[in-house]
């Protein structure tokens, strides 16, 4: 089971494989947990329960409680929502395989 951390990590290297070089400042790993809490908030509140670790004030470094099966899709899906923080469009191949792993 990963981290919060590592999932943000995974959604950032996704960022750099769409050709979008960023490496995470101290302050882009902060915004990552943010949308990280924010997704899995949304996702459980459709009913999409990842078994997430909701914590009163997160950390980084806590376990995520989410199942490996899911590492993808979070990945992918956060990478999405992170990219509006730089100001750039998701790319198509990104877009795809973040919706695909939703479904």
């Given amino acids: 089971m990963k981290t919060m951390v590592e999932h943000i990590n995974d959604a950032y290297s996704q960022i750099r ?51 490996k099966v899911h590492n993808h899709m979070v990945a992918t899906n956060l990478a999405v929502r992170l990219l509006a923080d730089f100001g750039k469009d998701a790319p198509p191949t990104l877009v795809t395989q973040a919706s695909s792993s939703y479904s």
């Fill in 17 to 67: 494989i769409s050709g979008i070089t960023v490496q995470p400042s101290p302050e882009d790993l902060a915004t990552g947990l943010e949308r990280l809490e924010d997704f899995m908030a949304e996702l459980y509140g459709r009913t999409v329960d990842l078994n997430y670790n909701f914590e009163a004030n997160p950390t980084a470094n806590a376990d995520s409680g989410i199942d």
